[in-house]
């Protein structure tokens, strides 16, 4: 079975510094790992996807992620925090492109401080 | 633009009530899902659907159903409302290419 785990319920920065959201995964089979974004009384929003082509992937507002198969983990990051980052992020996992529902971790809070 | 929508956006009802959420998309995708989300609890999956006729049980699927008699429509019943179904509940639709794409969601209360 897959699972996800987001390492830190919330995750808080200053303004400019860098954001690290951490995320490993278990799965059987080579996986496809996403990270969502929700801001305040909104859905879910896709960050950047991984498909097994390369293994840096660069999402919107300068996000970006690693898949590292060694370490099981596909963190999220972003050099320089905005204010307007701050929200609740997911990291979701599934086993192919096709019909698989995606499973999601319990979600990471990040906060801004200015 | 392709959309999936949710209604209502809030809904009120008291504990043994039937309920409703409706879920409707306009991507032309097969595959379509119901998640709540719970604080601590992230997203959780109750039921999803294949395709017409397709209905299969999530992680949650306990006091809940659904029906899919079109592409479009996925429609959400709890057919006794309890408290504890108290929660934000999320429809998505998923395509060729993995990812899903949301609606805004329902926020429903049962008093």
């Known amino acids: 079975a897959q699972s996800v785990t987001q390492l830190g319920s919330h995750v808080s920065v200053s303004e400019g510094a860098l954001v690290l959201l951490r995320c490993n995964y278990s799965?059987?089979?080579?996986?496809?790992l996403f990270w969502y974004v929700q801001y305040p009384n909104q859905g879910l929003q896709l960050l950047l996807k991984?498909?097994?082509?390369?293994?840096l992937v660069k999402g919107i507002n300068d996000f970006e992620a690693e898949f590292k198969k060694s370490e099981t983990s596909f963190h999220l990051t972003k050099p320089s925090a905005h204010m307007s980052d701050a929200a609740e992020y997911f990291c979701a996992v599934s086993e192919n492109s096709g019909n698989t529902p995606l499973v999601f971790g319990k979600g990471t809070r990040l906060s801004v401080i200015a | 633009d392709a959309e999936i929508t949710q209604s209502p956006r809030h809904k009120i009802t008291e504990t043994g009530r039937q309920v409703t959420l409706a879920c409707h998309q306009t991507?032309?995708?097969?595959?379509m899902f119901w998640y709540r989300q719970d604080l601590g609890h992230g997203l959780r999956l109750i039921h999803y659907s294949y395709g017409v006729q397709d209905t299969n049980k999530g992680e949650v699927s306990d006091g809940y159903s659904v029906s899919r008699s079109n592409t479009e429509d996925l429609p959400l019943t709890l057919e006794s409302a309890a408290s504890s179904q108290t929660s934000v509940y999320f429809c998505?639709?998923?395509?060729?290419?993995?990812?899903?794409?949301f609606g805004p969601g329902t926020r429903l209360t049962v008093t």
């Open positions: 991984y498909t097994s082509a390369a293994t």
């Open positions: 799965s059987s089979v080579p996986p496809y």
């Open positions: 991507w032309n995708h097969n595959n």
């Open positions: 998505a639709s998923k395509g060729d290419t993995g990812e899903q794409y």
